[in-house]
């Protein structure tokens, strides 16, 4: 709390006066990362992108922020209960925006319309969850690891049409899918 209140040019008695304890500040953080993860998919879902460049790009944004996937975030997180469940709310409310820009990828034709969606964003998150404390890992980057993770899971629910965009993506932008 002196760090932040430092940072920001106040007192640690100010910082009180609007959090009353550390997790009261994280969790307002997170929701506040929260908004602004989901104003930045409501931007891109305006411009004229199929579903899986939405995936592509939310993904792209998320690995901006290295705590996203830091096991020591989440090592830390563990000692903060609201924060869990924010984190956990947060969660939820992605795996049911990745549920429907699935259902919007079918219809566009760059997902496969047999694959159970609901399945993959859960497996997904549960593969997300099971890298984090791994030592299985530990001799690649996190960032690497889930650009991997995630070419293999856009790979395999694409159609011809859905690899094709990939295959274009990993051309030009070089944003994800590369050693890091």
Request: hydrophobic share 35%.
């Amino acid at each position: 709390m002196d760090d932040i209140a430092c940072s920001a040019g106040i007192s640690k008695r100010t910082l009180y006066e609007y959090f009353a304890d550390k997790e009261d500040l994280l969790v307002e953080g997170l929701k506040y990362a929260h908004r602004q993860l989901a104003e930045h998919l409501h931007q891109i879902e305006k411009g004229d992108y199929t579903a899986l460049d939405i995936f592509i790009l939310i993904y792209a944004e998320i690995m901006k922020n290295p705590r996203w996937y830091s096991l020591k975030f989440y090592e830390d997180l563990k000692k903060y209960p609201r924060a869990q469940e924010e984190v956990e709310t947060g969660k939820n409310s992605y795996i049911k925006k990745c549920i429907y820009l699935f259902d919007r990828g079918v219809k566009e034709g760059v997902f496969r319309k047999e694959v159970n969606f609901e399945i993959v964003a859960l497996l997904f998150e549960e593969q997300a969850q099971m890298l984090q404390p791994s030592k299985t890992f530990c001799r690649y980057s996190n960032r690497e690891v889930y650009d991997t993770v995630l070419t293999i899971f856009l790979h395999g629910i694409s159609t011809g049409k859905g690899r094709q965009i990939l295959d274009s993506w990993e051309m030009k932008n070089k944003m994800i899918y590369t050693k890091a």
